[in-house]
């Protein structure tokens, strides 16, 4: 009798213990929150760096989920309702597409076009003339890079004849970096990133044209104060300084 009743109390403390540990775990994972970072593509590097060195010692609890695409395909879905804290965008118009979202833009960073082609440089592209002979592949007019692209065409005079358009610089990289397009406009930024397997052609005035990148908090943010925390991490020394590694320019820290 003494090994059943000893046997029954062993078992229930046990399955206390296990509901307690199943409480613990579920208090746990309450605890926590979610912050939501709608980004340009191009950030798809520098923006977790911040997150994992500047944000995440401070702000513990909360686990970050980045969404990287091209910034008008990001203000498309803001404007659609997908829920999002932050949306840092590689222009001001598509912050302007979401303005009534928007809780005080501001600008963090800048950042340049560079004219790439595949390690080898097996088309001889010389400039952005011989590369429009060649296989060009730039960015979408709607997407930043591509505005920016527009701006450097009219800058320097020549009509551009791409054979494809791309929704984000990334996809324009790769085609490059893989050898199907002979030529790409990329920010230097992506250049930097695989300047193992691309070479910069030296394209005079490209500097000249650039593009402001903008961040803001949401107004229906789901997480709001780890949406501020988020953005002051980026706008920090340690935040703009990662940028800074990365080929970005300093932002301005203005409103729009």
């Not at 091209?70 to 118009?93: C, H, M, Q, R, T």
């Not at 990148?213 to 988020?230: E, G, Q, R, S, V």
């Amino acid at each position: 009798m003494l090994k059943r009743i000893t046997a029954v109390t062993v078992a229930t403390l046990l399955l206390a213990a296990c509901s307690q540990g199943a409480n613990t775990s579920d208090a746990d994972s309450d605890a926590r929150s979610q912050l939501i970072v709608f980004a340009a593509a191009s950030l798809n590097t520098a923006f977790p760096r911040i997150a994992e060195d500047v944000f995440e010692p401070d702000n513990p609890g909360v686990d970050i989920t980045f969404s990287f695409e091209g910034s008008s395909a990001l203000a498309e879905k803001i404007l659609a309702g997908a829920p999002a804290d932050v949306f840092a965008s590689a222009n001001v118009g598509n912050i302007d597409k979401v303005r009534e979202a928007a809780v005080s833009p501001t600008e963090f960073t800048k950042n340049t076009l560079r004219l790439i082609v595949p390690s080898g440089n097996p088309a001889g592209v010389t400039d952005l003339a011989s590369a429009n002979a060649a296989k060009l592949v730039v960015c979408a007019p709607q997407v930043p890079c591509g505005a920016a692209t527009t701006q450097l065409a009219e800058h320097v005079g020549l009509t551009l004849t791409p054979v494809s358009e791309e929704q984000s610089v990334t996809d324009v990289r790769t085609k490059v970096e893989t050898g199907e397009a002979d030529a790409g406009l990329v920010y230097v930024t992506d250049a930097m990133l695989v300047k193992d397997k691309v070479e910069i052609v030296d394209v005079p005035g490209i500097t000249d044209v650039g593009t402001s990148y903008m961040i803001t908090t949401l107004a229906d943010a789901p997480n709001p104060d780890a949406a501020k925390a988020f953005l002051d991490a980026v706008m920090s020394e340690k935040g703009q300084a990662i940028l800074t590694q990365y080929g970005f320019g300093t932002g301005e820290g203005e409103s729009k």
